[in-house]
């Protein structure tokens, strides 16, 4: 019997060959079902004389592996349980394990067998034998439930001062389990208690094993925030963990524990992720780790795998700590050595370090630029994948046109076979389009195209807060809603000319473009109203042509639910263009006709009703299809009262009697409500009036944003002509002068255009900060003199600016803070080393301060037309017809103040000259209010740009702060450094400060100060249930006298937004940002106090407790 040097039986053996030589899963099963008859009949009772087949050990120990077996393929074999409680009884310690491992491996958590277990783990657990002791531990890991661990907890207990090391390292990851199993018999103090004195033990492997319940145990105590307590007595550890790290650090554990020359890297890992949990966001905590961390991190660094570990791990744990320039330093070194190796293992540990350091400090992401390029165009998918990841995380308001053309191109990149991949990215994609746009344009245009190439993978509420936002405008001016409708109607009839196939769109694109176009297409100025029902219908033909052709290939089956409402959607959108056009051409009147046979009732039903409103009623077109109407409310009629005329007309004509309840009628769910006028006559009926109409609606479904229902339409716009159908316009011939009278006599209906959600940097819900005031017109360059600004306020660059720019970051990788010298002169660069820096500037816009922008070439989608613009003699709106004039250039304003760290709009322009000056803040936000932008800039010649600061175009920055001196100063000598070029370092050579002007005391974080956030109470509420993180303080102020007072010191001296005070209760709120998506908020309480004095008890939530703490802390400085 060959069975290859194993003992094992022949039937075993067999069975072993031919799983493993089976074609199928139904020839798997019908060998374990002959198997599970052998089995059983193994369990047959036998005849007095004979001997039982199992009561040799060695065969009964054969058949619980074989029961293990039958169970690991998915088949039932309980039958043969009961041999594995026997097993675990034996006084071998060979066959006993093998009954604890088939108990634990197949018993159910409620099997009644279990408990047969419980007295013999309870004589194991007390055995002098070792071997004994240690199987009962295990296994009482494993079998023990809730209801058993008051049973075995005390034993266990008493293994903790076990003379074993083996027995105290199992014991105490036993004794962990139970406290997880119940916490009432096992507390957390007792876990505690054991935990210390497993942490102080002499043997390194029982201290080893208590670090694996520390940090589960904290990790637990993090996510249930509600017992602080827990995690303090945890943070009181830290002394210890401390000097248990710098003792491996130094070699003093045995030899046996190092791993290629590294002390005891496993528990080095455990220990520096321990530190993280304790000290994230704690600075009193984290202070006591950070020279540990320093040396850690600098003798772990000795090129292996396991030092590789160790300083990836210091990297995450500095991170999370409250932060060290030091540290930070230190961690950003390392970064740099995992992204400049040639391993990608390791490459793939420093994209994820960055990507983890970037989102709290995005300033260390500088020197990395090519490298992160490198990383994105590896062949290595998953290098590629967490590159993206970087990406993500690293989005800006600045950088948001690349990244999200670089996810874009992924999506549509063949090679990639991911779909999972490709749907994250689409997700992606949409969240920072919202988050970041910088302009409404571009969002539409970017959720067009991926809609185009990402088709059903966009969700549809994406497509409906497009249609929202067109529906209801941006809130700013009538003039700039009908600009951006405009905009999306060239784009989405420009798409539709140029593909006729429904085939190639998908059918959330064709919803979305339905039903833009049957809305706004009277705004196009390159196609008319009747072109765009021409191009509809044809998209109609074709789609039903496809739809059919894929229900016969289906086998004759229905429409899904998305097809239908595609079909619905293009439908409506022809029947609102018909009401429009105050015409039907035949193209149209032949869809319409072709509908009215369709298999879908409720299309079929549409048509029909058009057919008839059209040839009986065509007056009642435009009320039906209002123009621009979608977001206005409708007036619903509860009680029918349309019809009182036709009913009392039916009851005096004796064609109709009015309604009466019968006598007899007992039925408890009647209420008299239909036969006394809607008045109930008994007390104890139903209520059945309807609730109230919430406060806030939700927004509207995708149907009933396409059927394009409304209460009337909206009138006109200066400038913009109604279609021809339109009710109130003055061309449509289909309403009577009678109504046309009624509807000019009428006043115009509620509009809710200007309420609309404010798409920016800032998300859907947060609304766009308070604009700075303009300059007056009289003081604007002409408008050839100057390009039109960005959305974020930076002038676009000519050609040679861009150039220069393009230069100056490729000098930045290698004279990063040295002095440039003048006798090198600097290399020339191949056109794919330049175009591969001007991605990674265009890539790291808004992150690395200083840095210009360059523009992308793939800034707006290829398939955006360019629209042509409108006749000189088509009428504008008044605002647009008084900006006409232009006056004349006005004389040389002082140099303005310039912000050295604005890290969002470094081309920015400066506010006018004629507003005073604010006091210089070296830690400005990087987030600068969109309508800085509308400030101007004076224009210098090229040869004073040049004179000013080496060609860099930023001029002497530090003289520009300073007092105008009486005499000018020097220009500084020619620079050739990128960073002075921006203007940030002005020179390198030592030079004597002129001055500065006042330090501003608002609160800053990372050099990043505090924006008001206008919000209003509501808002506040829902930030402050969002906001995770908070920090408290009391102040005694004799400052401050009373609450006003104290919202002009918040607003003043922290730069936070009073968002209300109540009187009443002497509170106060005030609301603020830091950054773009750190919300921060303040809520305090004033009480007097003898002396005179204000007693300040102030909350602060934020969405980092990082910054929480800090602003706590500034609060107590500025109340004093």
């Not at 063949?414 to 409404?440: G, M, W």
């Amino acid at each position: 019997m060959a069975t290859g040097g194993m003992s094992l039986s022949k039937e075993f053996f067999e069975f072993l060959k031919a799983i493993g030589e089976s074609k199928s899963k139904q020839e798997e099963d019908r060998i374990c079902l002959r198997e599970m008859q052998r089995l059983k009949s193994k369990l047959e009772p036998v005849p007095p004389n004979a001997t039982h087949p199992l009561s040799n050990k060695k065969k009964a120990k054969e058949f619980l592996v074989r029961i293990l077996y039958v169970e690991m393929l998915g088949h039932d074999a309980s039958f043969g349980y009961i041999k594995a409680v026997e097993l675990a009884a034996s006084a071998s310690l060979y066959h006993k394990r093998t009954g604890y491992m088939v108990c634990c491996a197949c018993l159910p958590p409620t099997h009644e067998f279990r408990f047969m277990l419980v007295n013999q783990m309870q004589r194991d657990l007390q055995s002098p034998n070792v071997l004994e002791c240690s199987g009962g531990v295990l296994a009482c890991t494993s079998i023990i439930t809730a209801d058993m661990v008051p049973a075995v907890a005390t034993e266990v207990k008493k293994l903790l001062q076990h003379d074993s090391a083996t027995i105290r390292k199992k014991s105490i990851v036993c004794y962990h389990r139970f406290h997880q199993l119940d916490d009432m018999t096992v507390t957390v103090e007792n876990l505690q208690e054991a935990l210390r004195k497993s942490l102080c033990d002499k043997e390194p492997s029982v201290m080893g094993a208590s670090l694996s319940v520390i940090e589960s145990m904290v990790r637990r105590s993090l996510q249930q925030a509600a017992k602080p307590a827990d995690l303090n007595a945890f943070k009181e550890l830290v002394p210890s963990l401390v000097s248990i790290l710098k003792q491996i650090g130094e070699h003093r554990l045995p030899g046996e524990y190092e791993y290629h020359r590294v002390p005891a890297p496993w528990m080095q890992l455990k220990l520096i992720r321990i530190l993280g949990l304790l000290g994230q966001s704690d600075n009193r905590t984290s202070q006591g780790m950070y020279e540990v961390l320093h040396t850690t991190l600098k003798n772990a660094d000795a090129g292996i795998n396991a030092g590789y570990a160790i300083v990836y791990e210091c990297c995450f744990t500095i991170c999370k700590l409250y932060p060290n320039p030091i540290l930070l330093d230190a961690a950003a070194s390392a970064i740099s050595r995992f992204m400049e190796s040639r391993s990608n293992n390791v490459k793939y540990l420093g994209v994820t370090a960055l990507a983890q350091m970037v989102e709290q400090h995005p300033k260390y992401a500088a020197q990395h630029q090519l490298a992160v390029l490198d990383c994105l165009e590896d062949s290595d998918e998953t290098l590629q994948r967490k590159t993206l990841d970087l990406l993500y995380r690293m989005t800006n308001p600045v950088n948001v046109e690349f990244i999200a053309a670089k996810f874009i191109e992924f999506i549509t990149d063949t090679s990639t076979t991911d779909l999972f991949l490709k749907q994250v990215l689409t997700t992606r994609v949409c969240t920072i389009a919202e988050k970041y746009a910088p302009n409404n344009a571009w969002y539409i245009s970017t959720i067009t195209h991926l809609c185009q190439v990402a088709g059903d993978w966009v969700d549809a509420t994406v497509a409906q807060n497009l249609m929202s936002l067109l529906a209801e405008g941006t809130g700013e001016s009538e003039e700039s809603d009908i600009e951006l409708r405009q905009t999306a109607i060239a784009i989405y009839i420009d798409l539709l000319q140029q593909t006729h196939s429904a085939a190639l769109l998908p059918s959330i694109l064709i919803e979305t473009m339905a039903w833009c176009l049957g809305e706004y297409a009277y705004l196009s100025d390159t196609t008319t109203v009747t072109g765009v029902l021409e191009e509809l219908c044809i998209l109609a033909k074709n789609y039903k042509t496809l739809q059919s052709n894929a229900t016969a290939g289906n086998g004759g089956g229905g429409m899904g639910a998305s097809q239908k409402r595609t079909r619905h959607a293009i439908v409506s959108a022809i029947l609102k263009l018909v009401a429009q056009a105050g015409t039907c051409p035949p193209i149209v009147a032949s869809t319409i006709d072709e509908h009215t046979n369709s298999t879908d009732a409720e299309l079929a039903m549409q048509c029909l009703e058009f057919q008839a409103m059209l040839t009986q009623t065509p007056h009642l077109l435009p009320h039906v299809f209002p123009v621009d109407a979608s977001a206005e409310d409708l007036d619903v009629d509860p009680t029918l009262s349309f019809l009182d005329a036709y009913v009392q007309e039916a009851i005096h004509s004796g064609r109709a009697q009015p309604y009466q309840k019968p006598e007899d009628d007992d039925d408890d769910d009647s209420d008299g409500y239909y036969g006394s006028g809607g008045v109930s006559s008994s007390a104890t009926a139903f209520n059945l009036t309807p609730y109230e109409k919430p406060t806030k609606p939700s927004a509207a479904s995708m149907s009933m944003m396409l059927s394009g229902a409304g209460s009337g339409g909206s009138s006109g716009q200066q400038g913009i002509s109604l279609p021809p159908g339109a009710a109130g316009s003055g061309g449509s011939t289909m309403p009577t002068p009678q109504q046309q009278q009624q509807q000019q006599q009428q006043p115009g209906g509620l509009n809710t255009r200007n309420v609309a959600n404010v798409w920016g940097k800032g998300g859907v819900t947060t609304p766009a900060p308070v604009a700075a005031q303009a300059p007056p017109a009289a003081q604007a360059p002409p408008p050839t003199s100057q390009k039109p600004a960005t959305a974020w306020g930076q002038t676009a660059s000519s050609s040679a600016s861009a150039g220069h720019h393009s230069h100056a970051s490729s000098q930045s990788q290698s004279q990063y803070g040295a002095a440039p010298s003048p006798a090198a002169a600097p290399a020339e660069k191949s056109a794919a080393q330049l175009e591969k820096e001007r991605m990674a500037a265009a890539l790291f816009g808004g992150i690395i301060p200083g840095q210009d922008v360059v523009p992308s070439a793939s800034r707006t989608p290829s398939f955006v037309p360019k629209r042509t613009p409108a006749p000189a003699t088509a009428p504008r709106p008044a605002a647009a017809a008084a900006a006409a004039p232009v006056a004349p250039p006005p004389p040389p304003a002082p140099a303005p103040e310039i912000d050295l760290l604005d890290m969002g709009a470094w081309d920015s322009p400066a506010p006018a000259a004629a507003a005073p000056a604010p006091d210089f803040d070296m830690m400005t936000s990087s987030s600068q209010p969109a309508a800085a932008a509308a400030a101007v800039v004076e224009t210098v010649s090229s040869d004073e740009d040049n004179n000013n600061n080496g060609g860099g175009g930023g001029g002497d920055f530090l003289g520009d702060m300073a007092p105008a001196p009486a005499a000018p100063a020097p220009a500084p000598p020619a620079n050739h450094d990128p960073f002075a070029g921006a203007g940030l370092f002005d020179s390198m050579e030592d030079q004597p400060l002129v001055g500065f002007g006042a330090t501003s005391t608002k609160f800053e974080y990372n050099g990043t100060a505090m924006t008001p956030l206008q919000i209003s109470t509501a808002q506040f509420g829902q930030h402050w249930g969002s906001c995770g993180a908070s920090g408290s303080g009391a102040v005694q102020s004799t400052t401050i006298s009373n609450l006003d007072g104290f919202m002009q010191k918040v607003q003043s001296s922290v730069g936070a937004h009073p968002v209300e005070a109540i009187a009443v209760t002497s509170e106060g709120i005030c609301a603020g940002s830091v950054g773009a998506s750190q919300v921060c908020l303040i809520h305090a309480k004033l009480s007097p106090i003898a002396g005179g004095a204000m007693q300040i008890n102030f909350t602060v939530k934020a969405t980092d407790a990082a910054i929480a703490n800090a602003l706590a802390l500034h609060l107590q400085t500025m109340l004093r």
